[in-house]
């Protein structure tokens, strides 16, 4: 499941393949992935570009395509939606000699974020068609009942599994950072910490205690912008582990602002870590969300994949 380009590979900039398959999730962004679609074309086609488009129902039509598009020796992607979008077609793509792009058209938008795309996807099209490859890291999550899958940006359960699971539902019309954290109030007002119990690293170290938040992040932010993990990067062959064992209302109201304004969590007792794998049971069993798709139930492996997939990326100062 692992590609591995070498370092020159990432430094350089590649004659791109003349033949791209564009990818979209019709329901991503409020319909925005759909009203895009004819300008990406115009402005492929007149690069030359030979395009196949592919608009999807659901996530599963659209890793069902990806997968089609890979076995017909697709080798280049663009996925026009957001983080649930792109994890579709990582799923579909990991493995094989491929190289993708990110148009963000979504809701959150995280992993354009780490890749230091502009956010408008006109904007975003244009500077990774003049970018470089870039090998990026993912998260293998290992559910309960055998479920595998990948994700890209942020995961986690409690509060955060709520939250996702709400922005999902009747806040899925809101606008950007305002969508989760709408979300993340209303599931406030009806969670219960529930006792958990982590190792991180294969036991070298345990927390077991009850939790608000766990949460582990390959990207610094997660929730359209909100700094969880600002230390993280995707290529630096570990995650970023986020947990809270308690948040009282007050506590949450004097954070509100700044998370608005800036995507600041100032929580004195956030504890943070780095690991490559992390293991999470809980009793019942929960739900572990990535990328602010529900996964699976725990209990749950997680796990870094070091350098997974090839994006196109801007070009740094040192490139």
Same mark, same amino acid.
């Given at each position: 499941?692992?590609?591995? $380009?070498?370092?020159?590979?990432?430094? #350089?900039?590649?004659?791109?393949? #003349?033949?791209?398959?564009?990818?979209?999730?019709?329901?991503?962004?409020?319909? #925005?992935?759909?009203?895009? !679609?004819?300008?990406?074309?115009?402005?492929?086609?007149?690069?030359?570009?030979?395009?196949?488009?592919?608009?999807?129902?659901?996530?599963?039509?659209?890793?069902?395509? %990806?997968?089609?598009?890979?076995?017909?020796?697709?080798?280049?992607?663009?996925?026009?939606?957001?983080?649930?979008?792109?994890?579709?077609?990582?799923?579909?793509?990991? @493995?094989? =000699?491929? +190289?993708?792009?990110? &148009? $963000?058209?979504?809701?959150? =938008?995280?992993?354009?974020?780490?890749?230091?795309?502009?956010?408008?996807? !006109?904007?975003?099209?244009?500077?990774? +068609?003049? @970018?470089?490859?870039?090998?990026?890291?993912?998260?293998?999550?290992?559910?309960?009942?055998?479920?595998?899958?990948?994700?890209?940006?942020?995961?986690?359960?409690? !509060?955060? %599994?709520?939250? %996702?699971?709400? %922005?999902?539902?009747?806040?899925?019309?809101?606008?950007?950072?305002?969508?989760?954290?709408?979300?993340?109030?209303?599931?406030?007002?009806?969670?219960?910490?529930?006792?958990? *119990?982590?190792? &991180?690293?294969?036991?070298?170290?345990?927390?077991?205690?009850?939790?608000?938040?766990?949460?582990?992040?390959?990207? $610094?932010?997660?929730?359209?912008?909100? #700094?969880?993990?600002?230390?993280?990067?995707?290529?630096?062959?570990?995650?970023?582990?986020?947990? +809270?064992?308690?948040?009282?209302?007050?506590?949450?109201?004097?954070?509100?602002? *700044?998370?608005? +304004?800036?995507?600041?969590?100032? !929580? $004195?007792?956030? &504890?943070?870590?780095?690991?490559?794998?992390?293991?999470?049971?809980?009793?019942?069993? &929960?739900?572990?969300?990535?990328?602010?798709?529900?996964?699976?139930?725990?209990?749950?492996?997680?796990?870094?994949?070091? =350098?997974?997939?090839?994006?196109?990326?801007?070009?740094?100062?040192?490139?």
């Amino acid at each position: 499941m692992t590609f591995t $380009p070498s370092s020159d590979d990432a430094q #350089k900039s590649v004659s791109l393949p #003349k033949s791209v398959v564009v990818i979209a999730n019709a329901r991503s962004g409020r319909g #925005k992935s759909r009203d895009l !679609l004819h300008a990406i074309e115009a402005r492929l086609r007149h690069q030359e570009f030979a395009v196949n488009i592919y608009e999807a129902s659901d996530a599963a039509d659209l890793q069902l395509r %990806a997968r089609e598009m890979v076995s017909n020796g697709a080798g280049l992607f663009f996925a026009v939606g957001g983080d649930g979008t792109l994890q579709s077609v990582v799923n579909a793509v990991c @493995g094989h =000699n491929v +190289l993708l792009g990110v &148009i $963000p058209a979504g809701g959150g =938008n995280d992993f354009a974020r780490a890749l230091n795309l502009p956010l408008k996807p !006109l904007a975003a099209l244009d500077a990774a +068609l003049s @970018g470089t490859p870039r090998a990026v890291d993912l998260v293998k999550v290992s559910a309960s009942g055998g479920v595998t899958r990948l994700y890209l940006g942020g995961g986690g359960i409690g !509060l955060d %599994a709520a939250t %996702a699971k709400i %922005a999902n539902g009747i806040f899925k019309n809101w606008p950007g950072r305002w969508r989760y954290i709408a979300s993340a109030i209303r599931a406030y007002a009806t969670y219960k910490p529930q006792l958990v *119990r982590i190792a &991180i690293d294969s036991s070298v170290e345990e927390i077991s205690r009850n939790s608000t938040i766990a949460s582990v992040l390959n990207t $610094p932010t997660l929730g359209a912008g909100i #700094k969880l993990a600002p230390d993280a990067r995707i290529d630096d062959g570990v995650l970023d582990f986020a947990f +809270l064992e308690k948040l009282s209302f007050g506590e949450l109201l004097s954070a509100l602002p *700044r998370l608005a +304004l800036q995507g600041r969590l100032d !929580l $004195p007792l956030l &504890i943070r870590r780095k690991a490559r794998k992390i293991r999470i049971e809980t009793d019942p069993p &929960i739900y572990f969300h990535g990328d602010g798709e529900l996964i699976g139930l725990t209990p749950i492996e997680i796990e870094v994949v070091p =350098n997974a997939v090839r994006f196109l990326a801007p070009k740094t100062a040192e490139s």
